[in-house]
Structures are given as structure tokens and as C-alpha cells.
């Protein structure tokens, strides 16, 4: 069974910055999609940012765009996501996944592994 851990997860206020992280010794992400997914309360789960097997393409979804950064660091076999700009809706449980196909990345049904998750709270 595949682990991806994610951390970097806590409290924030709005306009701060977090840098969350997934990793794993079972799977290469540096060759994997990767993506990240957040749920909040009462919502479902959505797709925030993936990269491309080789780290050079990535989709955002439109929350995201121009404040969140998602990175692949292959020495440390991690995918980053630095998220700036914090605003109270950015509060969710935040999941990496890990996948085969990039096209249509920000779509759950592509991913194989899930890890369970890391808590982001943005407050006022």
C-alpha cells in the first residue's frame, strides 16, 4: 500500500503564507502527476493544482491561480505547494494524490494514491 504523508498544514491569517508538502518512499513523484485537492465543510472535493510527470506543466484551478505554486523537488522525492495570499475559504483539509495521466488532472478519477491529509485554517 502506497503512503504519500502531507504536511505544512496549521493556522493562518488571512494574507499569510503556507508551504505544504507530500512525500513518499514508495512512488516516484518526480515521474508521477501529482496533484492537490483540498475539502472544506459541506463541500466536496476539489482539484487546486497538478503537475506533469516532469515537472514542467502544471493546471490550476481558478481559486488558486496567482497565489498558489505547485513544485516538484525530485532529490527530496517531494511536491510542494506554496500557497500565498491566504483568505477564509482557503479552509480545508488539503490531499495530495498521486496519478498516471496529466489530462484532466484536476478531476479525482485520475489518481491511484491518496494521502490523508493535512489542516489548513485561515482565520480573519
Known amino acids: 500500500q502506497v503512503q504519500l504523508v502531507e504536511s505544512g498544514g496549521g493556522l493562518v491569517q488571512t494574507g499569510g503564507s503556507l508551504r505544504l508538502s507530500c512525500t513518499t518512499s514508495q512512488v516516484n513523484l518526480g515521474s508521477s502527476v501529482v496533484g492537490w485537492f483540498r475539502r472544506s465543510p459541506g463541500n466536496k472535493r476539489e482539484g487546486i493544482a497538478c503537475?506533469?510527470?516532469?515537472?514542467?506543466?502544471?493546471i490550476y484551478d481558478q481559486s488558486a491561480k496567482g497565489r498558489f505554486t505547485i513544485s516538484k523537488n525530485n532529490a527530496k522525492n517531494t511536491v510542494y505547494l506554496q500557497m500565498n495570499s491566504l483568505k477564509p475559504e482557503d479552509t480545508a483539509i488539503y490531499y495530495c494524490?498521486?496519478?498516471?495521466?496529466?489530462?484532466?488532472?484536476?478531476?479525482?478519477?485520475?489518481?491511484?494514491?491518496w494521502g490523508q491529509g493535512t489542516q489548513v485554517v485561515v482565520f480573519p
Open positions: 503537475v506533469s510527470h516532469g515537472g514542467d506543466q502544471f
Open positions: 494524490a498521486v496519478g498516471e495521466l496529466f489530462y484532466g488532472c484536476l478531476g479525482d478519477s485520475i489518481y491511484d494514491y
